[in-house]
């Protein structure tokens, strides 16, 4: 199985984890300072922001992507919750 690489700038920790893992759930094992509520995609607390590796995620889902606008989240702005790597490396920090 494809492997990610994923650094979390707020606590400079860089961890590998399976594709197909949603950013969150690294996140919580790894004591990052991304916050959520839901974890569906429907509130918005976990807005991340990818500073490398956009591409190594998945696409945002029509939900995700109108969280986002409601939030007028920027451009390399992605929910953690929904969010899952592909592989690559990916560079993430709260917003």
Not at 14 to 33: F, L, N
Not at 58 to 75: C, H, I, Q, Y
């Amino acid at each position: 199985m494809a492997k990610a690489s994923i650094t979390f700038e707020d606590i400079n920790i860089t961890v590998s984890a399976p594709a197909g893992t949603r950013v969150i759930e690294i996140s919580e094992k790894v004591g990052s300072g991304i916050t959520y509520g839901c974890r569906e995609g429907d509130c918005g607390t976990c807005i991340m922001k990818i500073t490398e590796g956009w591409n190594n995620l998945t696409e945002p889902s029509v939900l995700e992507d109108k969280v986002l606008r409601e939030n007028m989240a920027g451009k390399h702005n992605r929910l953690a919750c929904q969010a899952q790597v592909l592989g690559g490396t990916v560079k993430v920090r709260p917003v």
